[in-house]
């Protein structure tokens, strides 16, 4: 029999019956023959002539699912969304393509309650407050410098999110605001200078009171605080403070001028830098040896000796029975903020002095550890831009490590 003018027949699938289905809107002319022939087609498929021959009759099964879905057919609503363009919290709905819409859902709840946690995001990782404390971030980066744009409360303080130490620099932008102090015999409200405020503007002379924690500075003036710091309290209004040499890690708050928060009002907004351009660089072992040398004046020879691991002193020449050790380094332009020098003595009572021949290059402060005396030669200049650790004092010394600390460029 000849199979010419047969119809061609589509492949039987490898699932019969999936478990998941496929959605695809299709669009139908609306014409009545259109959509008779659009059934037809759907129709068709539920024929087991339609599909693929087997032994097992599976064209039958096949059939039997389009079959399903053909008695399910119903015209479906051709629909836009949009959100209402007065009101980007509700969602419109049209079914004429456009020429009208309906509110059909407010989404103003979930708005709401995503912002209070981007919000809440925001106060917990530092970058904005309402004022009070937050969260801290630890000691922060060297070099690094952390930006905050906050509102502090009359009745409050700011905590800083990273702890500051030693040579940071805080750097404080006031944006506009202002508070009262809660006492009613004066009742002018202050400017965050301290100065009064009134109809929009700051105005008069604001005036002191010996019992803030500032009594130098105006009332309710913005001021810092470092807890424990030699002076604890401090202006920072519109201001630039780098923080005083001996501050370990230690918190930074801001507040306003007064002696009692908790009956102050108002609220101030700034901006708050804090840069942490404090580093450390350690000499020990063979970067002792390499960064530092022995002193020899030419007259007495080399002051001390090195081991391959240490400095170690030598006997002077000049004080019978006690030995000493020199080694010196020579520096770039750079401001140091202090000094550490770990070492031996194994002397009875000697005493090694780290002597700093304070150059244009060399300010501050030296912090020895124990075991070591400190000075400052700023009038013994025989070597400026150069530190000069050791002493003839020692009966026996060595040097085991250098540790230097301070602002500005690494120059190591």
Known sequence: MSKEGQLARYTLPDVVDPSDSVCYMVPVPNDKFHIAAFKGQVKALASAYAWGDDTAHTALDVAAVWRIIFDN????????????????CMVQLSTDGGTTWSDVADLSSCAHAAAVSEIQDALDRGDLSGGGQQPGQGSGAPGQCYDYDITIN?????????????????????????????DVT?????????????????FGSGYTDSADPLPSELKMRLIGYIPGASTPYFDMYNTSRTIDPGVT????YLQPNDDNLADNQGSVSLHVQICKSLWTHTFTGSDLNTGFSIFNDGTYGPRGSWDGT???????????GKDWLYIVRNFPAARYLYYEVVGSLTATGAVAIIRIYSGANLTGSIVASSGFESQVLSSDQTNPGSILIGDVRAAAMTITS????GTGVDPF
């Open 310 to 320: 240490k400095f170690v002193s030598v006997a002077d020449p000049v004080e019978a």
């Open 186 to 202: 004066h009742l002018n409200w202050n400017c965050p200078d301290g100065t009064y405020f009134g109809l929009g503007n700051c």
């Open 249 to 252: 890690l230690s918190d930074f």
């Open 73 to 88: 057919l119903e015209p479906c609503e051709m629909v836009s969304i949009r959100l209402k363009p007065t009101d980007f």
């Open 154 to 182: 009359g009745n409050d303080r700011w905590l800083a999110p990273v702890a500051i130490e030693a040579g940071d620099i805080v750097d404080v932008t006031v944006r506009n605001g202002a508070w009262w102090h809660g």
């Open 402 to 405: 250098v540790i230097f600390r």
